[in-house]
């Protein structure tokens, strides 16, 4: 059997404890002491830990979504769960959508040797390892199994790297979506400007607050 060089696999296990609550939790990576998960609704919840393992309970259904969690140091430093150092990585320059586990911007592209993250067919119908995502600061995981044409042997094509920053952005922004989909609060914006949600912030009772970047008015170049 190989040897992996940490425990977590596959992120948390997950079971249902009865209706709308989920009980969730995992492995500590090395030098952590404290971790925090985000649940469906963006609530950000502080799990216990001891014995070297976290554990919270969501007020959400089981239904395979995956749930954000990170890390940190007795000092509160964000501890990025370690991979093993035969996978490839390459920074991701185009995407900086924050990342749903610690809010923060900056993502690698992470090629595993294994089958641990799953498995995909590759161009040439052969099955290969499933790429990932990799926040820089906490190491959260997002499949990127749309990444479809990507090949793992060669440098992509610019294209191939726009499709691949495309799903990514895609992908963060349905996560975005569906937490909004939950605001109890209304959110305004000024009539007649596009608006652009460029940000949003949860706390347990679930998103609280909401950014909203208005773009500037078409009509208003070229006017005193
Ligand atoms: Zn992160």
């Known amino acids: 059997?190989?040897?992996?060089?940490?425990?977590?696999?596959?992120?948390?296990?997950?079971v249902g404890l009865r209706a709308?609550?989920?009980?969730?939790?995992?492995?500590?990576?090395?030098?952590?002491?404290t971790a925090e998960v985000v649940d469906i609704h963006g609530a950000r919840r502080v799990a216990s830990v001891g014995g070297g393992a976290w554990i919270a309970v969501l007020n959400e259904e089981v239904d395979g979504r995956s749930s954000p969690a990170c890390f940190r140091d007795a000092g509160g430093v964000l501890v990025r769960p370690?991979?093993?150092?035969?996978?490839?990585?390459?920074?991701?320059?185009?995407?900086?959508?924050?990342?749903?586990?610690?809010?923060?911007?900056?993502?690698?592209?992470?090629?595993?040797?294994?089958?641990?993250?799953?498995?995909?067919?590759?161009?040439?119908?052969?099955?290969?390892?499933?790429?990932?995502?990799?926040?820089?600061?906490?190491g959260h995981e997002e499949p990127?199994?749309?990444?479809?044409?990507?090949?793992?042997?060669?440098?992509?094509?610019?294209?191939?790297r726009r499709r691949q920053a495309d799903a990514m952005r895609a992908r963060l922004r349905e996560r975005r979506r569906r937490a909004l989909s939950d605001v109890r609060f209304?959110?305004?914006?000024?009539?007649?400007?596009?608006?652009k949600l460029s940000g949003?912030?949860?706390?347990?009772?679930?998103?609280?607050?909401?950014?909203?970047?208005?773009?500037?008015?078409?009509e208003a170049d070229g006017q005193a």
């Open 1 to 14: 059997m190989r040897a992996v060089a940490w425990g977590w696999m596959r992120g948390p296990s997950k």
């Open 20 to 33: 709308r609550q989920t009980l969730i939790g995992g492995v500590l990576p090395p030098g952590a002491m």
């Open 82 to 138: 370690p991979l093993p150092a035969d996978w490839s990585r390459r920074p991701i320059e185009d995407v900086d959508d924050p990342c749903p586990a610690c809010g923060e911007r900056g993502w690698e592209e992470v090629i595993p040797m294994d089958g641990s993250r799953g498995m995909r067919g590759g161009e040439s119908g052969a099955m290969e390892p499933m790429p990932l995502a990799v926040c820089r600061s906490c």
């Open 144 to 160: 990127v199994g749309a990444w479809a044409t990507m090949k793992l042997t060669t440098s992509p094509t610019p294209e191939a």
């Open 186 to 195: 209304p959110i305004y914006v000024a009539a007649g400007r596009p608006a």
């Open 200 to 218: 949003w912030g949860g706390g347990e009772e679930g998103v609280e607050e909401v950014t909203v970047g208005g773009a500037k008015r078409p």
